[in-house]
């Protein structure tokens, strides 16, 4: 077992090089670039979606924003109005953001420098982007979070009892409930949970934007625990309402599938009772499946599904922190998330692995080349 785990952390060396590398790449083909992006703000000419979208994308260069290089001093003597700016300024801008230097350099660098886990500062806010991250991180762990717990505990019973009674109107009726509800778009329901209950045009029972109330830190405990979960209830409703179709399909075949094995059989013919054919025999293998598929779930609910409901719903989470940054061509933000949630992503894995052989201990790890 310590032989694995040591085989995958060292395998995470290159999986993680060879991502960065991709991104790296994918970015240097990509159109325009923060140097770009500078000028188009200094010209006025900017047009991009955040500037187009009024977000909070644009408010990295508004009046309230410090950004890293000293604008605000020298643009007014190199700007030649319609001759355009003065190349020495913009190769002033290129060696601050470090894009004098060749692209072999610049990545090898940046990799370098990750493998200690310094991400730099955004480029244009003046904060680190490590610090960026964690202040965006809380937002983003309580969606997560509750909606991971929320779609399992919910649709891994109920697969179990679909499984138990198969083609009965119980199995029937909820898989329509389930398709339907898989069917419904996430911030398509997010609109009609603030028109109803956000006080759009009929209630107001819930608070309309942000994670917690704006006097949080003067109420006591149990007042800010609930203020959290009354913030919390409408958008995680439209967060997980399609999440629980496939988990719950996918834990119905997979108890349909050993339930019709040889070794179910024979533990009901020696008279053991169905409870613990189904939980002491079934659930450990019936479980593997769903175990399998936990790592990209929870990445994909962590990190990469929760961009339009933070929207809607004004919450400032990794969703919108990265989109903004892609927007901005604000790299450094863009580059160090990725670094992030990849690590994260390949530690899950590894831990969805181990878990195989809690649930089942036939699995040899030792026995595996990787």
């Known amino acids: 077992m310590t032989d694995y785990i040591i085989r995958r952390l060292l395998l995470m060396i290159p999986t993680l090089f060879g991502i960065m590398l991709i991104g790296f790449i994918v970015v240097q083909l990509a159109p325009g670039g923060p140097i770009e992006k500078i000028i188009a703000q200094i010209q006025g000419t900017d047009v991009s979606a955040a500037t187009r979208a009024g977000g909070s994308a644009t408010g990295d260069f508004g009046a309230g924003a410090q950004t890293t290089f000293q604008v605000d001093t020298s643009v007014n003597s190199r700007y030649r109005g319609a001759q355009g700016l003065d190349p020495e300024f913009i190769k002033e801008l290129e060696k601050q953001f470090g894009f004098d230097k060749p692209v072999h350099e610049r990545f090898f660098l940046m990799v370098w420098n990750y493998m200690r886990f310094d991400f730099g500062e955004s480029y244009f806010r003046d904060v680190k982007v490590i610090d960026l991250i964690l202040e965006k991180m809380p937002v983003s762990i309580s969606l997560g979070l509750w909606s991971t717990l929320l779609?399992?505990?919910?649709?891994?019973?109920?697969?179990?009892?679909?499984?138990?009674?198969?083609?009965?109107?119980?199995?029937?009726?909820?898989?329509?409930?389930?398709?339907?509800?898989?069917?419904?778009?996430?911030?398509?329901?997010?609109?009609?949970l603030i028109v109803i209950f956000a006080g759009g045009s009929y209630f107001q029972w819930f608070p309309l934007r942000g994670i917690v109330s704006e006097n949080w830190s003067e109420m006591n405990f149990f007042q800010q625990v609930a203020d959290y979960f009354w913030h919390l209830i409408l958008p995680l409703i439209a967060y997980t309402i399609g999440l629980f179709a496939t988990t719950t399909m996918l834990t119905k075949n997979s108890f349909l599938d050993e339930i019709n094995k040889q070794y179910v059989m024979t533990a009901r013919a020696k008279g053991l009772e169905e409870n613990r054919v189904l939980y002491g025999h079934v659930f450990r293998n019936a479980m593997l499946i769903i175990v399998s598929g936990f790592p990209a779930a929870f990445v994909a609910i962590f990190f990469t599904g929760s961009l339009l409901i933070e929207t809607i719903f004004s919450l400032d989470g990794l969703g919108l922190l990265g989109f903004e940054s892609i927007l901005n061509r604000d790299y450094a933000v863009v580059f160090g998330t990725l670094?992030?949630?990849?690590?994260?992503?390949?530690?899950?894995?590894?831990?969805?692995?181990?878990?195989?052989?809690?649930?089942?201990?036939?699995?040899?790890?030792?026995?595996?080349?990787?």
């Open 339 to 370: 670094y992030i949630f990849s690590l994260i992503a390949l530690v899950v894995k590894l831990i969805s692995d181990l878990v195989y052989m809690l649930i089942d201990p036939r699995i040899d790890f030792e026995s595996r080349a990787f």
């Open 151 to 192: 779609v399992y505990l919910i649709s891994i019973p109920l697969g179990i009892r679909k499984a138990m009674t198969d083609g009965q109107p119980f199995d029937i009726w909820t898989s329509s409930v389930i398709v339907v509800a898989y069917a419904i778009p996430g911030f398509l329901l997010a609109v009609f």
